[in-house]
């Protein structure tokens, strides 16, 4: 009986053990840890570097002359805020001929702060933590040697994440010789051979290190018709910087990892011409501005019966607004400006989200289907019109935006009005970097760059700001909303208008500070000039 017990035990022992092997080996994602920490760089950078500093020696005796007029737009390694030197002023003069001013935001922000050593450092920490993260193996800039025996793809190769794929291209164009030798050398993948080719040899299969090598130049490039490259760290969106050498020389190019962008399609129906309202919402905030928020919504009804109106309200006593295809948010009271917005444009579930101020007044000029025509035939993301004041001035506040590299102490940011160039096709349209408060916009784009809900009283261009590099932005002139009247006679305003005035408009040291802070340490600004 002992040795029964002593006999079931152990088989119960090898048992578990077994199972335990099983569900190590069996188990999906186990296995050896893989080091996903940002690659600020790698030991191949360090060899592109030195082939560039190399080549720029070569010529270092032949005189040459600088040409003033081309190398002054060339950028410099550090940038400074220069605001204009005022000769003279007129009363209006900055409306006609607008002055650029500047504003040092490193001193101003630093000046006041309780610990201006330690935030100084914290910034500089979260900016190293910002490289590490956002560095791509593909924006290294590699130089290709003159004379390469060596062909190789230069670009246009993708592999999705821990997958495998033929490597195109590759091929070595030199004179006969008794052994042709090429290497091949990744960081975050490993080579193979899909088939093997007679008189061919191949060491370092299934390694980050392999040399094919072959008496006979036409079997070696058959043989590199079949090299594989298997992506062994996963990272959603990355590159390889891969390695290619023979005797003398050395070729390097990317090989882009990552997970194809999953498209967001919207069912707007089948319907040859625009159908406005499946596939624009109209987003708006509003703040003790019922009066107007009525009129906005009933200029709107004259000419878009049925188009869906997302309204996010912070009042401190919210009022209901009611009626077909309008969804009413009630948000905490005086949660802001840019919380609003994020709000509002959270719940757009249409292809188009057309952003307006609670005092707008919808006429025959606001088209929108301007708009969303020019949206769908360009790559725009956000487009804004005009906005028309009841004196019949028109504004689109086009502004182009430029930020220029510095130094450790951060980048300098520069604010201008105008814009880029026309829109090829679109009379009246124009490519900017900012518009007006009046814009239709892809809803996934703007939801993707956000507001910074911070800004609660005051703010518009920090929006673009953020959106710099992300959005590409239009301007059309011909697409205009009226704005509500604001002559107001002081002595006929309402109790509300005055409390809306002195909370929307009443500067405070906080609401300034707030506004250094966002520049200076989130967008790592030392200075910005603007007109």
């Known amino acids: 009986m002992r040795k029964l017990s002593k006999r079931c035990a152990g088989w119960i022992l090898l048992s578990g053990l077994l199972l335990s092997g099983f569900f ?11 080091d996903i920490r940002p690659r600020r760089g790698n030991p191949t950078n360090n060899l592109f570097s030195g082939r560039i500093e190399e080549s720029a020696n070569d010529y ?27 000769i003279f002023h007129l009363p ?46 593909a924006d290294v800039l590699i130089v290709a040697g003159a004379n390469n025996p060596l062909q190789y793809p230069t670009q246009g190769v993708e592999v999705r994440p821990l997958k495998t794929i033929l490597v195109p291209g590759l091929g070595l164009k030199e004179e006969t010789r008794s052994k042709h030798t090429v290497h091949l050398t990744a960081t975050l993948g490993t080579f193979d051979v899909a088939a093997t080719v007679d008189e061919v040899s191949v060491k370092g299969g299934g390694e980050k290190h392999m040399t094919v090598s072959s008496p006979l130049l036409s079997a070696l490039n058959r043989q590199l018709q079949f090299v594989t490259y298997t992506n062994t760290v996963f990272h959603p969106k990355t590159a390889d910087t891969i390695q290619f050498a023979t005797d003398g020389h050395r070729s390097f190019f990317t090989i882009k990892i990552g997970h194809r962008i999953t498209p967001r399609l919207y069912n707007s129906g089948y319907r040859g011409d625009y159908n406005i309202s499946a596939l624009v919402t109209i987003a708006t ?14 200029s709107i009804r004259q000419f878009y019966p049925t188009v869906t109106i997302v309204i996010a309200d912070d009042n401190k006593h919210p009022q209901p607004v009611t009626g077909p295809h309008i969804e009413h948010y009630i948000m905490p009271f005086g949660k802001g400006w840019f919380a609003g917005r994020n709000l509002a444009v959270s719940q757009v579930s249409t292809k188009y989200v057309l952003w307006v101020d ?40 086009r502004h182009t935006i430029s930020v220029e590299e510095g130094d450790e102490d951060g980048d300098c940011l520069h604010m201008r009005l105008g814009y880029h160039h026309a829109i090829e096709g679109f009379a009246n349209c124009v490519v900017a970097d900012a518009v007006i408060n009046f814009f239709m916009a892809h809803t996934d784009k703007v939801q993707q760059v956000g507001f910074d809900p911070r800004l609660s009283r005051q703010a ?9 590099g992300s959005l590409h932005i239009g301007s059309c002139s011909d697409v205009i909303v009226s704005h509500a009247s604001k002559i107001i006679l002081p002595w006929t305003k309402s109790d ?3 409390a809306y005035e002195k909370f929307r408009y009443s ?19 030392k200075c910005m000039t603007s007109q």
């Open 496 to 498: 509300t208008q005055k």
């Open 460 to 468: 518009h261009l920090e929006f673009f700001v953020d959106a710099l």
């Open 92 to 137: 209006f003069s900055n409306l006609v001929f607008p002055r650029v001013w500047a504003h040092n935001l490193d001193h101003a922000f630093l000046e006041l702060h309780p610990d201006p050593v330690g935030i100084k450092k914290h910034r500089a920490q979260q900016y190293r933590n910002f490289q590490r993260r956002s560095y791509n193996p």
């Open 358 to 397: 609670d005092d707008f007044i919808f006429t025959a000029n606001t088209k929108l289907e301007k708009m969303v025509d020019i949206l769908e035939k360009t790559t725009l993301d956000l487009v804004g019109g005009a906005v028309r004041e009841v004196t019949g001035y028109t504004a689109t506040y």
């Open 507 to 525: 500067s405070s040291n906080v609401d300034s500070k707030l506004r250094e802070e966002v520049y200076y340490f989130k967008n790592r600004f």
């Open 60 to 86: 270092h005796d032949i005189v040459y002359h600088i040409k003033e007029d081309v190398a002054c737009r060339l950028a410099l390694n550090t940038c400074v805020c220069l605001a204009d030197k005022g």
């Open 24 to 34: 190590y080996f069996w188990i999906p994602g186990t296995g050896p840890a893989v």
């Open 285 to 298: 905030k509003t703040f003790l501005r019922y009066d107007k928020l009525k009129d906005l919504i009933d």
